[in-house]
């Protein structure tokens, strides 16, 4: 690898006028010993250039949107394509028709869709909807869970299921983080405790379905059925939000996934409203909320849940949205992604068995986390609960030799339809080599 001069140079510079050097914290190196982020200046399919011309295997995948790797040509051409026609006309347009009709398709919980453009803007509003509609306040959410950074979700829990949240951000008024009660992912116990404390103030129980956010974590068989029921009881809507899974295992919701825990009760397992993102967007700034057409028509023209965005729907984001979904849909997409990701799985895990290294690897399908730990990663405790020195030391390996990773013990890696095999057998040996090192 060449040295990554230039990359620090323009870390110096982007401290100057960039707050913190970076447009969002997860991509500094604060959790992983600090210095100089990588800074890119080209992607292709799977691979990433740097500023000092090294090439990277790329597993970061922007957090995920890029499931098609970079500059797809399906995508980039429907860009270039609405770009040439006006990027942005604060009209209703057809597209946005078609893209809302595509995902009620995919995701049969959503009677009706309002494009907004992140994930953040989604949660946020999905939040305001459920409590115009059922004329309560607060919400519960699950540890680790991460629904963007709007004051209700950037909340962490209190010292126990009966007490209410503590702002995890400064900026937060602790009256916001008081309407919002945090439970351990994967515990019903709690979240029932949770809800006969607070119950007829709880509009909504937010939850990852299947998380991303603290590794690919499963929901327990029985976890997602217990959660709607007790919220249902109570009278509680439930909001999936699906910023990341969407899209990610199938053509589809991963509440609607068929990978899900066996035995799981589908019909029981409906959101009332769900939150996208990402993947939909096909690498261009979106979001999307939606869910039942009775509770949706809270929102503003229709009724008095006011949402609204300059930005929201444009062509640009919906002729990639739209591009991305077209490309997914090809037969085998989900296959090859399946079958790159258990490879590299089963290379990983040798790889640390043979070194002696404790790895728990995570995957659904095309993403799959690494949690250097003896125990198994079901909820949040259980992923702090592991060596972010450890990852870190192999997050700095990985890198010297061409494997770029999510600089956190937390986040996913994200196989596209553009790795090969031969991208996955490097990143193998790669992943040995570091190993090695770590033990050294
Ligand atoms: N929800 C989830 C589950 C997410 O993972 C994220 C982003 N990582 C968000 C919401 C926020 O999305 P955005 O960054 O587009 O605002």
């Known amino acids: 690898?060449?040295?990554?001069?230039?990359?620090?140079a323009l870390y110096t510079e982007a401290l100057e006028h960039i707050v913190g050097g970076v447009n969002s914290?997860?991509?500094?190196?604060?959790?992983?010993?600090?210095?100089?982020?990588?800074?890119?200046k080209r992607g292709q399919g799977a691979y990433f250039w740097d500023e000092d011309d090294n090439r990277y295997i790329d597993y970061l995948a922007a957090y995920g949107p890029i499931i098609l790797g970079?500059?797809?040509?399906?995508?980039?051409?429907?860009?270039?394509?609405?770009?040439?026609?006006?990027?942005?006309?604060?009209?209703?347009?057809?597209?946005?028709?078609?893209?809302a009709r595509m995902l009620k398709e995919a995701i049969p919980s959503l009677d009706k869709v309002r494009f907004v453009n992140s994930g953040t803007e989604a949660v946020m509003t999905t939040i305001r909807v459920a409590r115009a509609y059922t004329g309560r306040n607060k919400i519960i959410k699950f540890a680790g869970c991460y629904h963007g950074h709007s004051d209700l979700v950037l909340v962490a829990a209190g010292s126990g299921p009966s007490t209410l949240g503590?702002?995890?951000?400064?900026?937060?008024?602790?009256?916001?983080?008081?309407?919002?009660?945090?439970?351990?992912?994967?515990?019903?116990?709690?979240?029932?405790?949770?809800?006969?404390?607070?119950?007829?103030?709880?509009?909504a129980v937010m939850v990852e379905p299947i998380v991303g956010n603290?590794?690919?974590?499963m929901p327990k068989p029985g976890f997602l059925e217990g959660l709607c029921s007790a919220a249902r009881r109570n009278g509680s809507l439930v909001i999936y939000d699906e910023v990341i899974t969407a899209f990610r295992f199938h053509y589809g919701a991963a509440s609607t996934f068929a990978g899900l825990p066996e035995g799981t009760d589908y019909a029981a397992i409906e959101p009332d409203l769900t939150a996208?993102?990402?993947?939909?967007?096909?690498?261009?700034?979106?979001?999307?909320?939606?869910?039942?057409?009775?509770?949706?028509?809270?929102v503003a023209p229709l009724g008095p849940a006011y949402q609204a965005g300059t930005m929201a729907g444009n062509p640009a984001s919906i002729s990639a949205g739209i591009a991305c979904l077209e490309a997914l849909r090809e037969p085998g997409t989900y296959e090859r992604l399946d079958r790159l990701s258990a490879m590299l799985e089963a290379g990983l895990a040798e790889g640390a068995r043979k070194h002696g290294i404790a790895l728990t690897v995570n995957r659904i399908r095309g993403a799959l986390s690494t949690h250097f730990c003896d125990h198994p990663v079901t909820n949040y405790d259980e992923a702090q609960d592991t060596d972010g020195?450890?990852?870190?030391a192999f997050f700095r390996y990985m890198l010297e030799d061409g494997i770029c990773l999510a600089p956190s013990k937390y986040e996913a890696w994200f196989l596209t339809t553009a790795h090969t095999d031969e991208d996955v057998a490097y990143t193998i040996e790669a992943a040995n080599r570091a190993f090695a090192r770590m033990k050294a």
């Open 70 to 99: 970079h500059a797809h040509p399906h995508v980039t051409s429907a860009i270039v394509r609405a770009a040439e026609n006006g990027t942005l006309y604060g009209t209703p347009t057809e597209l946005e028709i078609r893209f």
């Open 214 to 217: 603290f590794g690919m974590v």
């Open 276 to 298: 996208l993102g990402k993947i939909i967007g096909g690498g261009l700034p979106i979001g999307a909320y939606g869910g039942r057409a009775e509770i949706m028509a809270q």
């Open 1 to 8: 690898a060449k040295p990554r001069t230039r990359s620090a």
């Open 25 to 40: 914290p997860s991509r500094s190196f604060k959790a992983v010993g600090g210095g100089a982020p990588v800074f890119m």
């Open 166 to 203: 503590i702002p995890d951000s400064a900026g937060i008024p602790v009256s916001i983080a008081h309407e919002v009660i945090t439970v351990p992912f994967n515990d019903l116990a709690a979240l029932d405790a949770a809800l006969e404390r607070w119950g007829s103030d709880v509009a």
């Open 389 to 392: 020195e450890q990852f870190a």
